[in-house]
């Protein structure tokens, strides 16, 4: 009987090690392996993925602290928040992507690097911090947006979106994908494809837009939001205080149409032009033509909402020079 007992128990111990074994051998993929899963584990990619969550890094320690830290200032122009935030997220980016692998003139960054993009047939568009403004306030809405272009064509782009723990990224022809990530911008899981959402009109539907007013552009917006009712009846119109983040929304399919004015650079349209149109929809400037470095404002949506309201966004914004 003693016997019987003992064998039962070195069997038990013996499945123990072997399901130990098993599980050491199933290990979670690499960070590279999880981009080679859907073909992006190009260097540009890598690059700009790393450099984004790093950035992000660097915003969430500056999250909710005192102003003699955040140190906020505005910049001349246009009056906009610049903080120690903002700088820390554009150095650690840079680090990346200069030091390692581009120079700096080809990078057209928000605080810093200001390259004159039609000298070089490569370059980097950096906002290390779309929504200052909100971050100053302790909302949670701001992102990270970094794209590059080739020979004045999107080829990579990349939102982390810090506190919604998402990674999105689009690589032209490749299609867009969001990662989940941990709450230290750790990837921790695979990766979804993600498409646009597929209204026809926006009738209940969800249109975004930057919120910035100025005299150059309230009377164009109205203008804009007056057709739209108009054609509606009632349309749920919304302002997240961050550009790229309200691009994001609608490459997930979480809103509908977004309107861009309020332009600091071409990293404000730049980054989720690519990822919504990987993601199945459409992005037109102010003169209906393809977005580029000269792009003064822009709309994003799928192609069906592009083609209904587009007209109207031309019209209300013929002749719009920015919003500063």
């Not at 200032?73 to 610049?82: C, F, Q, S, Y």
């Not at 990530?181 to 695979?190: A, E, S």
Request: charged share 25%; aromatic share 8%; net charge negative.
């Amino acid at each position: 009987m003693t016997q019987v007992v003992e064998t039962a128990a070195s069997k038990a111990s013996t499945k123990r090690e072997t399901d130990m074994a098993e599980t050491l051998q199933q290990k979670e993929p690499s960070l590279v392996e999880r981009f080679k899963e859907i073909g992006f584990d190009d260097h540009v990619m890598l690059a700009a993925q790393g450099a984004a969550r790093l950035g992000a890094r660097q915003i969430l320690k500056f999250h909710g602290a005192s102003q003699e830290k955040l140190r906020t200032e505005l910049k001349a122009g246009d009056m906009t928040p610049v903080t120690a935030a903002d700088i820390a997220s554009e150095e650690a980016i840079l680090k990346i992507i200069t030091t390692r692998l581009y120079s700096p003139d080809e990078v057209h960054a928000e605080e810093k690097g200001r390259a004159d993009t039609a000298e070089h047939s490569i370059m980097w568009y950096v906002d290390p911090l779309d929504g200052t403004r909100s971050f100053t306030r302790e909302q949670t809405a701001s992102t990270v947006g970094i794209c590059m272009y080739e020979h004045n064509e999107p080829h990579t782009a990349v939102i982390c979106r810090p506190f919604q723990c998402e990674l999105l990224l689009a690589g032209k022809g490749r299609g867009a994908f969001v990662f989940p990530l941990d709450d230290k911008q750790k990837i921790i899981g695979p990766a979804k494809r993600v498409h646009v959402a597929e209204r026809k009109d926006l009738t209940g539907g969800i249109f975004y837009w930057d919120g910035v007013m100025t005299g150059k552009n309230v009377d164009r917006a109205l203008r804009m939001f007056e057709g739209v009712i108009a054609d509606t009846g009632k349309t749920d119109f919304r302002a997240l205080g961050t550009n790229i983040g309200e691009q994001a929304e609608v490459a997930l399919g979480h809103g509908d149409l977004k309107l861009t004015t309020g332009v600091g650079g071409f990293y404000d349209i730049a980054v989720g032009g690519l990822i919504i149109q990987e993601a199945g929809g459409e992005v037109i400037d102010e003169n209906g033509k393809p977005i580029s470095p000269g792009s003064k404002a822009a709309l994003f949506g799928n192609p069906e909402l592009i083609k209904k309201y587009g007209p109207l966004f031309q019209q209300c914004y013929a002749g719009y020079d920015g919003f500063a």
